[in-house]
């Protein structure tokens, strides 16, 4: 007996373009990395690449240029791809696919400024789409510091490396920080739109990348069970917490005067929230989904007593895995006076029917007890407990925790009667576990993310409204703490300062031990 496959899987080029079950690979197209020697372009944007190639979601053609102020050839160039990818990567190594892929490199000397290094980067396109058919398709990764993007996106509009036709596209990718407050994030969106259109403009918050972020949007809306509870007649509370144990590492430039309310709760637990919090969009088209986001970070009232309603802290020496660690002003590079936070929390309120009356907790910090990025959503008590009161000592409240990092999954907290003949209750856990529940590791963000960028599908990219909108929530934060308060100290290894405990104490809450 011979065995067909049903023609409705069969692979069907003209089925429905939307349909997310056909594998997603994009169309011929390069990638060129402005930054290529730092972190992020080895750590993720160069695994990500290969990533993708290995699961054959690139264009056999595909091409990955490098532009910096190196004296570099190709091959010199490929083999700082090859070390990033072989230590960084997420999938095995595959010498067939490395080669395949390592045809594709080139490298382009020289600064910003540099007039000939743009002509020789507008010749090394050209010759790509010759030779490797990448069709004139290019995606600019700008990962670098914010203040070159004036002198970059000049330089690509100049030597019309920023121009679309009929038949092929151009495209833009900036990596946060999108600005450092509403003032320069207009201004640096006026820089980047004066080149490239809306449409080519991909913000990246890697954050929207994770998958499991992206659940947060399956689980409340592919759901029936959830949904009828997600709101202030039920929901307490929510958490939104993102611990770092690391600290700062060799990022003393990008983060003294940026900061953890600047470098992560503007973007990546804002951007949480509103997922939690919005609306469902009509449908998960981009316009759609921004839309619903956009109302929510609309929604939030500017806290009353800024006092009150915000922590700052700065870690001191203290512990991290077993290990004595220094303080962040002994870091390298930063001065002894700065006042950077590297914790913020903050207590905000949504202003909608849906939200009335129930806070959003965000927290962010370096060198806190673990890593852990978790949603918690905390439910209202029962509003009656037919047990002695000693029964329901141990019992807490219901809560949903969607575990976005490491241990990825989603717990749901309930009380249950503790085995034995008298009745006593406490609460207990019911786990999912991504590692448990599928055999496919999740690919990273960066993946998602740069593959989004070469399709052209821009659900997951902010767009610059929702920017300007966080910065709105945060602004008059950061201008408070400018004025009011120095960060206060917390040991490394611990949960952050103690005002940030108190800010729940005085709601009669207290913070979750992830
Ligand atoms: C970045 C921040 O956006 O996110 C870093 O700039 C932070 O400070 C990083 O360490 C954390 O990302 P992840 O994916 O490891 O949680």
């Not at 990818?85 to 594709?104: D, I, N």
């Not at 030779?131 to 996106?153: K, M, Q, W």
């Not at 009929?166 to 946060?176: G, I, L, Q």
């Not at 925790?401 to 009667?417: A, C, H, L, M, N």
Request: overall charge negative.
């Amino acid at each position: 007996m011979t065995l067909t496959t049903p023609p409705e899987l069969m692979p069907n080029p003209l089925r429905d373009p939307q349909d997310r079950r056909m594998p997603r690979i994009a169309g011929p197209c390069g990638l060129v990395i402005f930054g290529v020697t730092g972190d992020l372009s080895r750590k993720k944007l160069m695994p990500a690449v290969y990533d993708l190639a290995q699961r054959g979601l690139l264009p056999p053609g595909f091409s990955l240029v490098g532009f910096a102020r190196r004296d570099w050839a190709d091959q010199d160039f490929a083999e700082i791809v090859h070390d990033a990818v072989r230590e960084h990567s997420r999938t095995p190594f595959r010498e067939e696919v490395w080669k395949q892929l390592a045809k594709g490199f080139r490298f382009v000397p020289g600064d910003f400024a540099d007039d000939v290094a743009f002509s020789n980067l507008r010749d090394t396109i050209e010759a790509l789409d010759r030779e490797r058919g990448t069709a004139g398709n290019h995606a600019f990764y700008l990962s670098i510091p914010p203040r070159f993007f004036p002198d970059v996106v000049g330089q690509l509009k100049q030597h019309g490396l920023a121009d679309d036709s009929a038949s092929s596209w151009r495209r833009v990718v900036v990596e946060k920080p999108f600005g450092h407050d509403l003032q320069s994030a207009r201004e640096l969106n006026q820089i980047v739109s004066e080149v490239f259109a809306p449409e080519s403009v991909f913000r990246i918050d890697h954050y929207l990348g994770k998958e499991t972020v992206q659940n947060i949007m399956a689980l409340r809306f592919a759901n029936g069970l959830f949904e009828p509870v997600w709101n202030a007649n039920y929901v307490d509370h929510v958490q939104i917490t993102m611990a770092e144990d690391i600290g700062i590492g060799g990022r003393a430039g990008y983060y003294d005067g940026i900061g953890a309310a600047r470098d992560v709760i503007q973007n990546h637990l804002l951007q949480l929230m509103a997922l939690v919090a919005m609306e469902e969009p009509i449908s998960f088209e981009a316009q759609s989904l921004r839309l619903e986001k956009q109302k929510v970070l609309q929604s939030v009232k500017r806290p009353d007593r800024l006092d009150l309603c915000t922590s700052r802290g700065q870690y001191v020496a203290g512990w991290a895995g077993g290990e004595k660690v220094r303080g962040f002003l002994e870091e390298e590079d930063i001065p002894n006076t700065s006042t950077t936070e590297t914790f913020a929390a903050i207590k905000l309120a949504i202003d909608t029917r849906r939200w009335a009356g129930v806070p959003f907790y965000l927290r962010h910090g370096k060198r806190l007890g673990r890593r852990v990025t978790e949603v918690a959503v905390i439910f209202k008590r029962a509003p009656h407990l037919p047990f002695t009161e000693t029964a329901t000592e141990e019992l807490g409240e219901n809560a949903l925790v969607i575990r976005v990092q490491p241990d990825e999954g989603v717990t749901v907290r309930f009380g249950s009667k503790v085995p034995g003949t008298a009745m006593e209750i406490r609460d207990v856990n019911m786990d999912f576990a991504y590692g448990g529940a599928f055999v496919e590791s999740s690919p990273e963000a960066y993946e998602r993310l740069i593959l989004d960028v070469l399709l052209g599908d821009p659900p997951l990219f902010p767009q610059h409204e929702e920017v300007e909108l966080s910065w709105k929530i945060l602004d008059p934060i950061i201008d408070y703490w400018a004025e009011h308060e120095k960060p206060e100290p917390y040991p490394a290894g611990t949960w952050g300062p103690q005002s940030s405990v108190d800010m729940l104490a005085r709601d009669g809450r207290n913070w979750r031990r992830p």
